[in-house]
Every structure is written in structure tokens, then in C-alpha cells.
């Protein structure tokens, strides 16, 4: 097991759900398209620009391989066709630009989106992304591992969209692992990590790094 990321090394900090917005793979029950929204559930937010979300890049990614996916933009998300059959990895990433409020330092906000068609287990994350998470466990007492460069995260916080409707923040252990959930049904979830890093963008600077990392799963039943 990796040794967990210590808070200190890599400073967590999340805003309450019901304030932010966040960029979401959300496929369609057929998993033969899927659509991006940006939105603080798993549907479009009709008050919210799906303009701000046009950097977006998305893949699917299978074998360590990546295979580019074009998406249509349409009023309130983004629409991309989905090739292939059986479990798929869909993933994405935008740098949604500098942002900075009154005199807190200017920051560059990243959104690296995830979802996966079929069974949720078969998403492992990959060990070079910034930040991802992944389902693991087993149907009826799923976890999520979050993990920064192959790396789990310890003490991060999870904020998990249930089956039911229903918003739960947990914490992962030191192993990067979330408590154990029941239910089977889509989940939606986002966690984040601010990394003290300097650069520019779009003539911008920046002097750290939030990047948000969301994850979309449909679990099976137990026993399935």
C-alpha cells in the first residue's frame, strides 16, 4: 500500500455542496452517450452556462490507452457519443481559468471529471492522474478510494450524492478509503486538493492549484 498523502503535504479543503458547482460525466442509462454538466447535482443546471465548461476534454480510457471523444455543446451540457460495449472509463479534464477573490491570492481552478459505464469496480484509477477516485470494495458495501499521483489520500473529504437523493460528507482513512455504503443505485461524487503551485494562464497568474476531482458510478445490487 502506498504511503497516505498527509494533509500538510497537500492542503484539502472543501466547500460545502450546496455553494459549489462542479463538472460531472453523467452517462445516459444506454451507455451509448453521455452529457457533461455543471451543476451542484447530476442534471443540468439551467441558470449555469455550459460555455464555461467549453476547454473540456474528454476520453475513454481503457488498457492505459486514451481515445479522444467529441462532444456536441448543447443549451445546458455538453453531449458526447460513446463507442464500444460493455465497461467503459469515460474521463475528463478542463483548466476552467484564474480565479481570485478581494485580496486572497489568484489561484487556477481544474476540473477532472470521471464516470464509468458498467461495473463500477473496473475504473481503476490511474496512477498519473493529479487526482481521482475510484469505486472499490463490493455490491453492498461500496467504498471510494481518492488518490493524487497513485497516491491515496488520507483525511480527505468526500462528498457523496447517494442513490436516494440524499448529500453525505465523509473522510477517508489513512489508506485514502471512504466508509462503506449500502445502497445500490448511481452515485455521484467530488472531492478536491489545493496544491501550492505558481504559473500563468490565458496571460493570468497563479500562485496555487485547486483541483476538483468528481466521479459518477452506478452500483449493482448484493448479490449482483
Given at each position: 500500500?502506498?504511503?497516505?498523502?498527509?494533509?500538510?503535504?497537500?492542503?484539502?479543503?472543501?466547500?460545502?455542496?450546496?455553494?459549489?458547482h462542479f463538472a460531472f460525466i453523467v452517462p445516459e442509462k444506454s451507455g451509448g452517450t453521455a452529457q457533461v454538466v455543471f451543476s451542484d447535482d447530476l442534471g443540468p443546471d439551467e441558470n449555469v452556462p455550459i460555455e464555461k465548461l467549453n476547454g473540456m476534454k474528454l476520453h475513454l480510457r481503457a488498457d492505459g490507452k486514451l481515445t479522444p471523444l467529441t462532444w456536441k455543446a448543447e443549451k445546458h451540457s455538453l453531449v458526447a457519443t460513446v463507442s464500444g460495449s460493455g465497461n467503459r472509463v469515460l474521463v475528463g479534464h478542463v483548466d476552467y481559468g484564474v480565479m481570485q477573490k478581494g485580496d486572497a491570492k489568484p489561484y487556477l481552478l481544474r476540473y477532472e471529471p470521471k464516470a464509468v459505464i458498467g461495473d463500477p469496480f473496473a475504473g481503476k484509477a490511474d496512477e498519473k492522474a493529479t487526482l481521482e477516485v475510484a469505486a472499490t470494495g463490493k455490491a453492498g458495501e461500496l467504498k471510494f478510494v481518492v488518490t493524487a499521483a497513485g497516491k491515496p489520500v488520507a483525511e480527505a473529504e468526500v462528498n457523496v450524492m447517494l442513490p436516494d437523493g440524499t448529500k453525505q460528507k465523509v473522510k477517508t482513512n489513512k489508506e485514502g478509503t471512504t466508509p462503506a455504503f449500502a445502497a445500490a443505485g448511481r452515485y455521484g461524487l467530488w472531492t478536491k486538493i489545493s496544491e501550492q503551485t505558481a504559473g500563468e494562464l490565458g496571460g493570468k497568474k497563479y500562485e496555487e492549484v485547486r483541483t476538483y476531482a468528481t466521479l459518477v458510478i452506478d452500483a449493482p445490487a448484493s448479490g449482483k
Open positions: 500500500m502506498f504511503r497516505a498523502l498527509s494533509v500538510s503535504a497537500l492542503a484539502l479543503s472543501i466547500v460545502a455542496v450546496a455553494q459549489g
